[in-house]
């Protein structure tokens, strides 16, 4: 398991990690300590649960961007969508290694046994030697 604060983002700003940054984290998600801090004070009075609420807020952060703030942001959100997909494979790997079969993890997210084993099976290059 990958736990070099340099290879992480946070999910919620996109800061890239450094190997002094701390990070919250778990399924994928990360968050970095100032993050952690302006949600928990959020978090903290009634007033500041309704300013982050989805539901309770009259319009979205991104309905106020411009065409050029809200392109910023996607490489932010693949590079969260980046960091998750990689965890998921060093959790898949995990329970590989814990003697898990492909039929207990594909059911797991849902797929089959042989989705499963394709997704997540390393497949090493060919060696250039290789005869056919």
Known sequence: MDTNPAHKTCSFC??????DTLFAGGLGAMMCSDCVSAFHMEFS????RQSISLRSRPRMPWDEMSDTELLSKLPKIAATATQVSSFLGEWVQLARERGLSWTEIGQAPGVSRRAARERFTKTKPPEANASA
Do not use: F, I, V
Not at 14 to 19: I, P, S, V
């Open 45 to 48: 009075s009634e007033e500041g």
């Open 14 to 19: 996109g800061l890239q990690g450094t190997a």
